[in-house]
Structure formats: C-alpha cells, structure tokens
C-alpha cells in the first residue's frame, strides 16, 4: 500500500542519491571559471566559458546584452552588500534577477525583508566570476557591434 510516508521516504531518496552524485556548487564555478573564453573559430561551444551554459542554466540569457549587464550588475550588488538598492534602481527586474542567482544555489537568503549574500562555500570565487563574466560579455558584445 502505498502511504504518504513511503512517497516522501522515496522521494527524499531520490532527491538525496542526486544531491551526493551531483558535482558541489565550488567544483562546477571553479570548472566553469577554468574554461577559455574565446577561442579561433568564432563560433560559442561548451568548452568555451559561457555563463548561460555554465553559471545560469536553463535560462538562455546570451540573445541580449542587457541579460549580461543586469546579471553582471546584480552579482556585483550582492558582493557589495547593495541587494536593497539594486531592487530600488530595477524594481521587479532587478529582485527576478536575485531570485535567479539564489535559485542556482550562487547566494543565500534571510528572512524578509530579502537581501541575498554570496554563499559561503564560493564566497572567495565571487569576484573571478564577476570578472569571467564582464570578459564575456565584452567579447560576445563587441563581435556583435563590429558585425
């Protein structure tokens, strides 16, 4: 007979067998912090850093340069402790930009009112990311205006 308990029993098994074989949080950032940026063809492949394929998954933000700056600027509010003025200056865009970083496990949240602070196992990466990305965006950016 199948019972609430059993349902929840194996789904905490499931989810638990995934989290243990899953590679952490750390080794994913330092793997994606240690791929090229560019290389001679041109053309974007996945041994190439590119942080909708190894920061952010699931949401291709690589279409608009505004998904970079936005993206860049919230990282950068978080490391600077400036999450409540980031919402102020983007409003809605700005607080979906957090809930982005923290549903992809790069900060931690407090209670209400919501902030956001990097989390502590990749805290030290923090500023590499910041400045992997900015390096990104200005080759993927600046190809994009000579073209």
Not at 57 to 74: F, H
Request: negative net charge; hydrophobic residues 40%; glycine residues 8%.
């Amino acid at each position: 007979m199948l019972t609430t308990a059993s349902v929840v029993h194996a789904a905490t098994r499931r989810r638990w067998s995934f989290e243990i074989s899953e590679p952490t949080k750390r080794a994913r950032l330092e793997a994606a912090l240690a791929k090229p940026l560019t290389d001679d063809t041109g053309v974007g492949h996945f041994d190439l850093f590119s942080p909708w394929w190894d920061v952010i998954q699931g949401i291709n933000g690589s279409y608009a340069s505004e998904c970079d700056e936005l993206m860049i600027a919230a990282l950068e509010a978080v490391r600077d402790g400036e999450t409540f003025e980031f919402i102020d200056d983007h409003g809605f865009l700005g607080e979906f930009a957090l809930y982005v970083l923290a549903g992809h496990g790069l900060t931690d949240y407090g209670t209400s009112p919501r902030g956001g602070w990097p989390d502590g196992e990749i805290k030290d990466l923090w500023d590499p990311l910041i400045a992997k990305w900015k390096a990104y965006a200005e080759i993927q950016w600046s190809e994009t205006e000579d073209a």
